[in-house]
């Protein structure tokens, strides 16, 4: 059974720092895309970040182009998202996702192109 499982969520003050984990069990995701979303209340869930395989291109949404990190560590099974000098508008629920395969340029930022999906993660950013 997959699993995959965040952690590092908490509260922040804007202009500071989080490093959000996903530990992955079950199989291993170094051939495939892996992503994070957010959700914040009353809005729908949206792309943050993805790498389309471990070590390859990474992809940002505009909005945190410059400020947000993706990564792997494949002897962990674990993909980080560092986010630096937060903002009061990046307060969501973090969610990992993942993937069977590499998603196409077109599809990487969809929901609905993962098919595992963390429980998530609260980040709040207070100004």
């Known amino acids: 059974q997959v699993q995959l499982v965040e952690s590092g969520g908490g509260l922040v003050q804007a202009g500071g720092s989080l490093r959000l984990s996903c530990a992955a069990s079950?199989?291993?995701?170094?051939?495939?895309?892996m992503a994070w979303f957010r959700q914040a209340p009353g809005n729908e869930r949206e792309f943050v970040a993805a790498?389309?395989?471990?070590?390859?291109?990474?992809y940002y949404a505009v909005s945190v182009q410059g400020r947000f990190t993706i990564s792997r560590d494949n002897a962990k099974n674990t993909v980080f998202l560092q986010m630096n000098s937060l903002k009061p508008e990046d307060t969501a629920v973090y969610y990992c996702?993942?993937?069977?395969?590499?998603?196409?340029?077109?599809?990487?930022?969809?929901?609905?192109?993962?098919?595992?999906w963390g429980q998530g993660t609260q980040v709040t950013v207070s100004s």
């Open positions: 996702a993942a993937r069977s395969g590499i998603a196409t340029m077109e599809m990487l930022a969809r929901v609905n192109a993962y098919g595992y």
């Open positions: 079950g199989r291993t995701f170094s051939g495939s895309t």
């Open positions: 790498e389309r395989w471990s070590g390859g291109s990474t």
